[in-house]
């Protein structure tokens, strides 16, 4: 690349400029351990399924979790979670890949086009990772591949989902180049720009499909994001939910008690200080969110306003009434305290 640069004379001079590669750490996997009442929790942030789609020896997404389970193995936790909040998705084969490390073999996602029979992707080999306790958090903005591993690991009852309903993208769209499609005879039309068009659909192992309805968590906890309207539901003209028939696969032996553990998140919930704020911070906007009206009362609108900018003073004291998390990060940038699971605040330790 060639700048040019116009000095005050009026003379001109190029500068030549090589652009290095840059690599932002903070889009890939990175793990932390958490410090909960004597007992060491594995922490892993996936921000998206990356992958070398080009194969030009490329980090995958995949590998880099199997990575981080094996430092966290190694540091001896007792569980872990896998956050894949705000995750988009990305490769397939990556999250086929990836609830492989938790599974030992079988069925992990099923694909079927309008006119064949469904298509069974499996693991691809029988080694297992990481047995432990597993839980995996969810939320809205989950979605896609996200979906995809949740759904998984929920259907083989391998870990705990936790969260909110996630965002219900269960298709797969292809791009077409109309120019290149169409005969010679148009030519003299050209350019007839790209066609996106709809090929197939993700359907879980259990049959149902991610698309429309989402996963809905085991557990789940409050969230102010879940009021928002902005799920595959909420745009214009999406597919409905369908289901197919199941894929044959056996659920894991070591699977907790839902009730058991549903009873205990709900009782913490309704007994934390801070907790309950959020909960009612929830309510409170889906309550504006239902409210078409708005007052032309200047006296009103004021008052009403002065009530909304009394209640987010409260949701951001509310973070203070909750318990600190000791954290010894192995690979997590700075960003930490913002990407872990809310509401908690954070004690960062030096990595050991």
Same mark, same amino acid.
Request: aromatic letters at 6%.
């Given at each position: 690349?060639?700048?040019?640069?116009?000095?005050?004379?009026?003379?001109? %001079?190029?500068?030549?400029?090589?652009?290095?590669?840059?690599?932002?750490?903070?889009? +890939?996997?990175?793990? *932390?351990?958490?410090?909960?009442?004597?007992?060491?929790?594995?922490?892993?942030?996936?921000?998206?399924? +990356?992958?070398?789609?080009? %194969?030009?020896?490329?980090?995958?997404?995949?590998?880099?979790?199997?990575?981080?389970?094996?430092?966290?193995?190694?540091?001896?936790?007792?569980?872990?979670?896998?956050?894949?909040?705000?995750?988009?998705?990305?490769?397939?084969?990556?999250?086929?890949?990836?609830?492989?490390?938790?599974?030992?073999?079988?069925?992990?996602?099923?694909?079927?086009?309008?006119?064949?029979?469904?298509?069974?992707?499996?693991?691809?080999? !029988?080694?297992?990772?990481?047995?432990?306790?597993?839980?995996?958090?969810?939320?809205?903005?989950?979605? =896609?591949?996200?979906?995809?591993?949740?759904?998984?690991?929920?259907?083989?009852?391998?870990?705990?989902?936790?969260? !909110?309903?996630? +965002?219900?993208?269960?298709?797969?769209?292809?791009?077409?180049?109309?120019?290149?499609?169409?005969?010679?005879?148009?030519? =003299?039309?050209?350019?007839?720009?790209?066609?996106?068009?709809?090929?197939?659909?993700?359907?879980?192992?259990?049959?149902?499909?991610?698309?429309?309805?989402?996963?809905?968590?085991?557990?789940?906890?409050?969230?102010?994001?879940?009021?928002?309207?902005?799920?595959?539901?909420?745009?214009?003209?999406?597919?409905?939910?369908?289901?197919?028939? #199941?894929?044959?696969?056996?659920?894991?032996?070591?699977?907790?008690?839902?009730?058991?553990?549903?009873? *205990?998140?709900?009782?913490?919930?309704?007994?934390?200080?801070?907790?309950?704020?959020?909960?009612? =911070?929830?309510?409170?906007?889906?309550?504006?969110?239902?409210?078409?009206?708005?007052?032309?009362?200047?006296e009103g609108y004021r008052a009403e306003q002065?009530?909304?900018?009394?209640?987010?003073?409260?949701?951001?004291?509310?973070?203070?009434l909750l318990p600190d998390l000791q954290i *010894?990060?192995?690979?997590?940038? #700075?960003?930490?305290?913002?990407?872990?699971?809310?509401?908690?605040?954070?004690?960062?330790?030096?990595?050991?």
């Open positions: 690349m060639r700048l040019t640069v116009r000095k005050p004379d009026a003379s001109t %001079h190029v500068i030549s400029i090589i652009r290095d590669v840059v690599i932002i750490e903070e889009t +890939y996997a990175q793990s *932390a351990v958490v410090n909960e009442g004597g007992r060491k929790i594995g922490y892993i942030l996936l921000p998206s399924f +990356y992958a070398d789609f080009n %194969h030009n020896g490329g980090r995958s997404s995949a590998t880099d979790v199997k990575k981080e389970l094996e430092k966290l193995k190694k540091a001896g936790v007792q569980g872990i979670v896998l956050d894949l909040r705000f995750n988009g998705g990305g490769s397939l084969q990556d999250a086929v890949e990836m609830a492989g490390l938790f599974v030992k073999s079988g069925p992990m996602v099923q694909i079927k086009s309008r006119q064949r029979a469904a298509q069974i992707i499996g693991d691809p080999d !029988n080694d297992v990772q990481y047995e432990g306790p597993l839980v995996v958090l969810v939320n809205k903005y989950s979605a =896609s591949a996200s979906e995809i591993l949740a759904a998984a690991i929920q259907d083989y009852k391998r870990g705990l989902i936790l969260g !909110n309903t996630t +965002y219900g993208k269960g298709t797969v769209q292809q791009m077409f180049d109309l120019d290149q499609v169409l005969p010679a005879t148009f030519n =003299s039309l050209k350019p007839f720009g790209s066609l996106k068009l709809t090929i197939q659909k993700y359907y879980r192992i259990n049959g149902g499909s991610t698309q429309f309805k989402g996963v809905t968590p085991d557990v789940v906890v409050p969230d102010a994001y879940s009021t928002l309207g902005d799920g595959e539901k909420d745009t214009e003209y999406p597919l409905p939910w369908d289901e197919i028939a #199941p894929a044959p696969y056996k659920t894991w032996s070591g699977a907790a008690s839902l009730p058991q553990l549903v009873a *205990a998140s709900d009782n913490r919930v309704a007994t934390s200080p801070g907790l309950k704020l959020i909960t009612e =911070s929830v309510e409170r906007m889906q309550k504006r969110k239902n409210d078409t009206k708005v007052s032309l009362n200047l002065e009530l909304t900018r009394a209640a987010s003073n409260k949701y951001t004291e509310s973070q203070k *010894a990060p192995s690979t997590l940038p #700075p960003l930490l305290p913002l990407l872990l699971p809310t509401p908690r605040s954070l004690t960062v330790l030096p990595a050991s």
